[in-house]
Nanobody
Framework: EVQLVESGGGLVQAGDSLRLSCVASGSTFSSLTINWIRQAPGKGPEWLSSSEGNDGRTAYAESVQGRFTISRDNAKNTLYLQMNRLKPEDTAVYYC????????????????????WGQGTQVTVSS
């Protein structure tokens, strides 16, 4: 069983940066696809980015392309999301989620697709 724990959220101003972390327990982290998904108040979940553990593939939603960067350190069982030029519309709870297969694109928002799902970290961006 893999557990995912996010951290790094907080309250920032528009234009600021934050780096989220997702730490995984267990020994299978490097073989997993780990994605970032967020859910804004009153809205459905939104897939943001994917990271494949073995071949290094990454993917981004258009809404964050060029502002957010996903990376991982398999030796530390940790996934990161560097978020730059934050906007008020980035305000949401951010989740990391893991699966055994590659999934990228807007359809990857659904929790049912994932084998592992973190508890989330709140990001609030003030204008």
């Amino acid at each position: 069983e893999v557990q995912l724990v996010e951290s790094g959220g907080g309250l920032v101003q528009a234009g600021d940066s934050l780096r989220l972390s997702c730490v995984a327990s267990g020994s299978t982290f490097s073989s997993l696809t780990i994605n970032w998904i967020r859910q804004a108040p009153g809205k459905g979940p939104e897939w943001l980015s994917s990271s494949e553990g073995n071949d290094g593939r990454t993917a981004y939603a258009e809404s964050v392309q060029g502002r957010f960067t996903i990376s991982r350190d398999n030796a530390k069982n940790t996934l990161y999301l560097q978020m730059n030029r934050l906007k008020p519309e980035d305000t949401a709870v951010y989740y990391c989620a893991g699966m055994k297969y590659w999934c990228s694109g807007y359809v990857c928002y659904d929790k049912i697709l994932y084998d592992y799902w973190g508890q989330g970290t709140q990001v609030t961006v003030s204008s």
